[in-house]
């Protein structure tokens, strides 16, 4: 589970800015749908929470830092590369500092918090430590100096590692614009990397979910391998109004002679392996797939998902999702969110969860993820401009959290626990007439219709 995020001099952030996911103890912690209780400690963590703002405020970038985070630690900078960080653009001064980032989050009962500092080329420091209760103990802290040289050193929560690979990576270190998490990503071996960072390492590359706005869910002809899937995803579908009864696979081969017919960026990813005789598998949007096997290496076999709708007098009929609207793609990208609800872990963090979506939809989306659950180790944190949401008996106040820009442009974040709300007070109603702010400032546009309307008149 996520339990807090900050980030400093990263696109619209200047200032450090932070978005804390504990649950108040003043609202309360006990409710199993909505908190779960963190090891050894008197803490919860919210399940649910999101992030309202004007279009601008920040809210796409917070959750663009949260990928930067998670692709500099699972793929690391190629040798001599520059590390693609984009500090804040309004002041000059800015792009000299380092932007700074930390995560603090529970993965397999065991909560770490992780951070680095870093510029275009190098990382100037790096530090992991692990909770024992409310004892915080070093795993590893790393600084690089003027000249480019890594030093990292094990920290008490660290020295089990003692006479392993990771002790001998520890004194090596790591390339000045490579942050040592990587490089222990690299051993690729979780008895080398030690049960504790191993441990820490897991959560990026398996628990959590990022989801942009416009994502595409690139591995859905192999979920729909999986038969309680594809039953569950066309049940939804179908609940949901859509038009879609149920959905299936349809399969067919193409020469390799007429390959070339095929969009130029599955050429281009996947003609090297062909020349190379090797197989190759490429996963392609809107339920495509791409597959080179065994001894059939002259067909690539094409399987796509389609989406069956009923027809006048019995049977369906197959049409492709490229078909089918904006929104019921968007929900079927979403659906996985849903369907490991009782059997993993996971924590999602879907960009504009509401695009292309019905607010009634989005609103029993929500209720689903948290009324559905069997396993509370699953949380969703989202973005949103749709104020019908903001209802206390769907969100804790703790859970909902607002993106504003200052007069320099910088963005900042605070909850609605801020404010003294009234249990009667409609949220959704008070949001939009500026009671917390925001919300953008319309003011100009009534100018311009004003003076659209004198236009006319004159004319």
């Avoid at 290496?297 to 009923?310: F, G, T, W």
Wanted: charged content about 25%; glycine content about 8%.
């Amino acid at each position: 589970m996520l339990l807090s995020f900050s980030v400093e001099n990263y696109r619209s952030f200047k200032e450090e800015q932070t978005l804390n996911l504990i649950a108040s103890k003043k609202l309360g912690t006990d409710s199993p749908t909505q908190c779960v209780r963190l090891p050894d400690v008197e803490e919860s963590a919210l399940r649910v929470s999101s992030l309202y703002g004007a279009n601008g405020a920040g809210k796409s970038n917070l959750v663009s830092a949260l990928r930067f985070i998670e692709g500099l630690v699972l793929n690391g900078t190629g040798p001599g590369k520059r590390i693609a960080r984009t500090p804040f653009a309004l002041d000059e001064g800015m792009s000299a500092q380092p932007s700074c980032f930390e995560i603090r989050y529970l993965s397999e009962n065991e909560v770490f918090r992780y951070g680095f500092a870093c510029d275009a080329e190098r990382i100037h420091e790096e530090w992991l430590d692990a909770y024992e209760g409310k004892r915080e103990r070093n795993v590893f802290t790393r600084t690089t100096g003027e000249q480019g040289t890594a030093k990292v050193e094990l920290g008490p929560a660290g020295k089990d590692v003692s006479g392993t690979k990771l002790a001998a990576l520890a004194e090596v270190g790591a390339r000045s614009n490579q942050l040592f998490l990587t490089e222990v990503v690299n051993l690729d071996d979780s008895s080398a990397q030690g049960a504790r960072l191993a441990r820490a390492i897991k959560w990026f590359s398996t628990t959590l979910h990022i989801i942009p706005a416009d994502a595409t869910f690139l591995m859905l002809t192999e979920m729909m391998a999986d038969e309680k899937f594809a039953e569950f995803a066309g049940r939804f579908l179908k609940e949901a109004s859509t038009g879609i009864s149920s959905l299936a696979i349809q399969t067919r081969e193409i020469p390799i002679s007429e390959f070339s017919s095929l969009p130029s960026e599955i050429v281009k990813q996947m003609f090297p392996k062909i020349e190379e005789g090797e197989s190759a598998f490429l996963a392609g949007p809107d339920g495509y797939s791409f597959f080179i096997e065994g001894a059939k290496k002259d067909v690539v076999k094409v399987r796509r998902v389609s989406a069956l709708h009923p027809k006048s007098g019995g049977g369906h009929v197959p049409l492709p999702l490229e078909e089918e609207s904006d929104g019921s793609r968007r929900l079927l990208n979403l659906l996985p969110a849903l369907y490991h609800l009782h059997t993993e872990s996971g924590v999602y963090v879907i960009d504009e969860l509401e695009r292309s979506m019905h607010p009634m939809l989005a609103r029993k989306f929500i209720e689903y993820f948290l009324n559905a659950v069997k396993t509370p180790s699953r949380q969703l944190l989202f973005t949103t401009h749709e104020s019908t949401l903001l209802d206390l008996d769907l969100l804790r106040r703790d859970g909902i959290w607002f993106a504003e820009k200052d007069a320099e442009g910088g963005s900042h974040l605070y909850s609605l626990s801020d404010f003294k709300v009234r249990k009667d007070l409609r949220i959704d109603k008070g949001y939009l007439q500026g009671r917390f702010g925001a919300i953008p400032f319309l003011g100009g546009i009534d100018h311009l219709i004003e003076e659209a309307a004198q236009g006319e008149v004159q004319e």
